[in-house]
T-cell receptor
């Protein structure tokens, strides 16, 4: 089956610094990717997505970068805030999105 | 419509009992997904509906698990003869068809099942 993994299981950053969360995927046919944020006891919350015909997409304080050559995805959070503390998952799917594959997640802790 | 709604939020049951969870998706979404998540892991796909048709099931979905979406709106997930290994967070998500816009799946808050 597909393998979606994250390089770092935990990440601690100072409030106000930028955060970078990385994700590797193994299915070269995957063409749609999503970053989710999950707070304790809650369901995953959509942050930003990107299709394989793009290599960068920006949202409010977040940027997703996609490198299809090395099958790598990253999430950049600018000016990290305490409310950003959560577990972040990348998810991938192929084609019509019948099934999303999730990585293990990276736990982000923001130090005030 | 404020998003995907799941009921109950928490369920404690004795081993061997049957449980049923309900999911109400975002109203205009015709795709509905069930996922299972254990502590420290990402969500694992269980099954997927396009309207009322169940189009895909994971091998994780044993014969004790059954999901329905009778009218293409809400869905139920039933687990029969629960086992302790069924303890997990059960997540429901919904999305639109790719041709009608974004394919992003929006998740509910989940149902936390504890089998004792």
């Amino acid at each position: 089956g597909e393998s979606v993994g994250l390089h770092l299981p935990t990440l601690s950053v100072q409030e106000g610094d930028n955060s970078i969360i990385n994700c590797a995927y193994s299915n070269s046919a995957s063409d749609y990717f999503i970053w989710y944020k999950q707070e304790s006891g809650k369901g995953p919350q959509f942050i930003i997505d990107i299709r394989s015909n793009m290599d960068k997409r920006q949202g409010q304080r977040v940027t997703v970068l996609l490198n299809k050559t090395v099958k790598h995805l990253s999430l950049q959070i600018a000016a990290t805030q305490p409310g950003d503390s959560a577990v972040y998952f990348c998810a991938e799917t192929e084609g019509t999105g019948n099934q999303f594959y999730f990585g293990t997640g990276t736990s982000l802790t923001v130090i005030p | 419509d404020t998003g995907v709604s799941q009921d109950p939020r928490h369920k404690i049951t004795k081993r061997g009992q049957n449980v049923t969870f309900r999911c109400d998706p975002i109203s205009e979404h015709n795709r509905l997904y069930w996922y299972r998540q254990t502590l420290g892991q990402g969500p694992e796909f269980l099954t997927y509906f396009q309207n009322e048709a169940q189009l895909e099931k994971s091998r994780l979905l044993s014969d004790r698990f059954s999901a329905e979406r009778p009218k293409g709106s809400f869905s139920t997930l039933e687990i029969q003869r629960t086992e302790q290994g069924d303890s997990a967070m059960y997540l429901c998500a919904s999305s639109s068809d790719p041709g009608t816009g974004g394919t992003e799946a929006f998740f509910g808050q989940g149902t936390r099942l504890t089998v004792v």
